[in-house]
């Protein structure tokens, strides 16, 4: 005798629609110190290209359907990198967003820095939570995980949970910004590194043969191109 069976709806995508533009879009923004390696440079220039190209493709952004955009940044593996290293990192990321405040409050982006805060700098911190208000108001999303560590979120948003436990009520502490639609990571790897576990589940995995300062908008372009072309059927 045959059985009908369903799949629990718990364990579907919130936001299951089939599109072909992706709402919510994931980049590892990997390979910079590749990038200046490769061109006999240290590391802190390669950095310095990555926040220039990611200038130049936020207009892109804004212009495109997509809803959200979360960015990986700094992962809470990487203060194992040189001090002197890190450091150049955190200013670095302090005055690029300083930098992005205009662009990001004249095309109503909301920003807001995700991940453990008690280990950065206070300029940081303050920066950070600046924009955050400064943008506010904003109808798409600019997310920028800083100090990130998915399985820390996991385990911190699980323990949060009150009652019955569900992967709504997980969701919700994540967060609650929706599935990712399309994970980009650049750099010449292919793994996740702890980025986005839970929210990357049904993800469109799109792996570039390219170093982040190399991630032109041509190529932003071919990705969601690429995306348009998949088959989401999410097991069904």
Known sequence: MHHQTSS????TPTNFVLQSTPQHVAIIMD???RWAKQRGLPAAFGYRAGI???REL????????????TLFAFSAANWQRAETEVCELM??????IYQFA?????????VEVIGRQDRLPKSLIEESAEIAQQTAHGNRRLRIAFDYSSRESILAAAAKVEGDFSTRKLSEN?????????????GKQQRLSDFLLWECAFAELYFPDLYWPDFTAQALDAAISWYAGRNRTYGA
């Open 31 to 33: 390979g910079n110190r």
């Open 174 to 186: 994540l967060g609650d910004v929706g599935d990712v639609d399309l994970l980009i990571r650049t």
């Open 91 to 96: 200013r670095l990321a302090e005055q690029a």
């Open 102 to 110: 205009p662009i990001c409050k004249k095309h109503l982006i909301q």
């Open 8 to 11: 629990p709806a718990s364990v």
């Open 52 to 54: 220039n190209r990611l």
């Open 58 to 69: 936020l207009p892109q952004f804004v212009q495109s359907q997509v809803e959200t955009l």
